[in-house]
């Protein structure tokens, strides 16, 4: 969860790796649900425990590393998908009304490619807010 930080800044921490990672893989072409599915299948989802020390990797990190959380799941499938040209939009949700953005996942032509969910699916939210990449 992205809690007890400065939690604007984390986000904007998270764009910016996005961003990053587009312009790294700009021009390769891929399909939103086969990252989708690698990352369910293939990458261990493991939460930052610390709320001082949020990690964020960039894809071939995630990859390297063989594990990710929400942030890094956002900026691989969201900055790979943004580089092949896909309509991109992170999204940040507030789950239980505490103002704190708790969870990030990325929207890949108008589908929720969050890895924690089944393709398409969206998370449960109080408010939420879409960043377009």
């Keep these: 969860m992205i809690l007890e930080v400065d939690n604007n800044a984390l986000a904007r921490a ?8 587009r312009d790294i893989y700009a021009g390769v072409d891929c399909d939103p649900y086969a990252l989708h599915r690698f990352m369910r299948n293939k990458i261990l989802y493991a ?38 040209g896909h309509h991109t939009v ?19 032509n108008g589908i929720a490619c969050d890895p924690l969910l089944p393709y398409g699916v969206h998370p449960k939210y109080v408010s939420r807010i879409g960043v377009t990449i």
């Design 47 to 84: 939460a930052d425990i610390d709320p001082e020390r949020q990690n964020l990797r960039l894809p071939w990190r995630t990859v390297t590393d063989g594990v990710t959380d929400c942030k890094s799941s956002a900026i691989f499938i969201g900055g790979i998908c943004a580089g092949a």
């Design 14 to 21: 998270v764009i910016y790796a996005v961003n990053a990672a």
């Design 90 to 108: 992170i999204v940040f949700t507030d789950e239980n009304g505490s103002g704190a953005w708790g969870h990030v996942y990325p929207v890949i």
